[in-house]
């Protein structure tokens, strides 16, 4: 609604000296309100979804009370339950409060200690399984056995479930004294380093036949071709490659700690919360991958806009 | 495949050696050249029995209907595409040497500029390629900008100049290493009249100053007639010269040369030529 009026203002408006900043604050209103009704249908539907999944136990509890209840009372308590089946939004939220800045950031029910402990392989790993993955892509382009025999391979490599081979390489290297960071991050940059090799053969291959053939007329070596033409070429895949391979670098970490019994971490909250039935703490946990997993993103986002606008392409 | 070419050039190449390689002998010299392609319907032949000597300073246009060759030719020239029969030298050499010793700037049909690079930085482009040193990279930017009336717009991006700006920045990036050969595969196509008109004039005053040797494509009668010193007529399927017409024009040539008696009958030659190219066709 504001949008409306933002964007019906500017245009009538028409205020020359400040019509750019009107133009961009309506352009994210523009774009902001879309996402913003889409917040707000997912919220309705989750606070209906938990009345309804919640409302079972209610009743239950009721009748072996031997009473009855009351609609309001039914949706107070479908609201409040300390173990619901699906937790109301704002329950998730006064969690998600309580456990970061609700208490010291030591404590092992910090949410943020768990995401430090989740973030840090998952940066180790996305930068291991982006530098093979930036490897791979520039033998794939330059190399033609690495062309045909490497793709299959990696597209081979995740078609193995993750979950099946975790615990495994987890074991494997705990049992050779690699313990802690290490073996979260290598599960993680398994995850990352596929679409950083798909997108970057793609980006490194985007440059026009005419333009390869312009370099072939200067006599440039490859490597010339490479630094001048296919790398630079290749920075808008690049970056959206680098976006894709940071969530699945923190999907990769988060199931690295899901099976192994460890006790510290986003995965770790998120299995003992399922064995002690603690919900809300999952839907926390879950509601913390996310904004790890957004912020990444946005971070990524903004060296892109940045690069991109410095190297010409955005105009 | 280098030196099977090397070793069929050597001994046929005999006579045209004559002159001394580089210096009197033809810039170009094809004999016989024919490239088919082989595709999945069967084999195109895009150049067929071509013999052609193009000397040192000439300006030839060729011309002729679309896919009879007139680009391929340019990229056998260019080492850009290998020929399946005949043989041809540039500077004396096999086109694949004379690429390597950079005998020559491409000008495509498409500006094909860096959208990353400035218009000054996609001319350095080359010249960083071949490594000359910085100093003298500046010093040509600058000349090659001046000659195609682009000075002042080295520090804008491609997008941010009009399509006949972009060629005229390709130009300057063909011309920025001062090769002796130009190879333009119509350049300026994409172009309206007047801009192309404004282009021909300042082709031909750049042509005049660098003394350079220019082949160039193009599908435009009075375009090659006002341009050249002598148009290849060219036909389709297979690919072949059909005429080489001299035109008598005097080098002094402005725009409106090309309402004078002479320019128009000559333009007839090359529509005759032309319509003989169909002939074979039928
Ligand atoms: N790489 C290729 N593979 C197969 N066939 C090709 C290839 N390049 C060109 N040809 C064919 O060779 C013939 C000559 O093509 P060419 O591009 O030289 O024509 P052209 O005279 O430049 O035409 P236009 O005036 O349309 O540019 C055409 O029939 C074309 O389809
Ligand atoms: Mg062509």
Known sequence: MTGEAVHAGTRGGGARGSGRLGRAFAGTMGRALPIFAVVLAIVVLWYLAAFWLNAQWVLDQAERAGRSVGFWEILEKTMSQERPRLPAPHQVVAELWHATLGMKITSKRSLIFHAWVTLAPTLLGFLIGTVTGLLLAVGIVHNRAMDMSVMPWAIASQTIPILAIAPMVIVVLNSVGVTGLVPKALISAYLCFFPVVVGMVKGLRSPDCILLDLMKTYNASRWQVFWKLRLPASMPYFFTSLKVGAAAALIGTIVAELPTGAIRGLGARLLSGSYYGQTIQIWAALFMAAILAAALVGVIGLVQNWVLKRMGFVR | ?????????????????????????????????????????????????????????????????????????????????????????????????????????????????????????????????????????????????????????????????????????????????????????????????????????????????????????????????????????????????????????????????????EFLAIAHKVREGLRKGHAYDG
């Open chain 2, 1 to 261: 495949m280098e030196t099977a070419a090397t070793t069929k050039n050597g001994e046929p190449h005999a006579p045209g050696a004559r002159g001394g390689g580089e210096g009197a002998g033809p810039v170009i010299r094809a004999r016989g050249l024919s490239l088919t392609f082989e595709t999945r319907d069967g084999p195109v032949h895009a150049l067929q029995d071509v013999d052609l000597d193009i000397r040192r300073g000439e300006f030839v246009s060729f011309i002729g209907p679309s896919g009879c060759g007139k680009t391929t030719f340019l990229r056998v020239v260019a080492a850009l595409e290998r020929p399946t029969g005949g043989e041809i030298c540039v500077n004396g050499m096999t086109p694949d040497a004379a690429r390597r010793a950079r005998a020559y700037g491409y000008v495509f049909q498409a500006p094909g500029l860096l959208p990353w690079r400035t218009i000054a930085g996609n001319v350095r482009l080359p010249l960083e390629i071949m490594g000359f040193d910085k100093g003298e990279q500046e010093r040509r930017i600058g000349e090659v900008l001046d000659l195609v009336d682009l000075s002042g717009f080295g520090k804008k991006y491609p997008w941010q100049l009009s399509g006949g700006m972009q060629q005229r920045a390709s130009i300057a990036r063909a011309l920025s290493f001062d090769a002796g050969i130009l190879l333009m595969d119509e350049p300026f196509g994409a172009l309206d009249e007047i801009v192309r008109d404004h282009l021909n004039e300042q082709l031909i005053a750049l042509w005049k100053k660098t003394g350079k040797t220019i082949l160039f494509v193009t599908h435009s009668i009075p375009e090659a007639v006002y341009l050249s010193t002598r148009i290849v007529v060219m036909s389709p399927r297979p690919g072949r010269v059909i005429e080489v017409i001299e035109n008598t024009l005097p080098a002094e040539r402005p725009l409106d040369i090309r309402d004078t008696p």
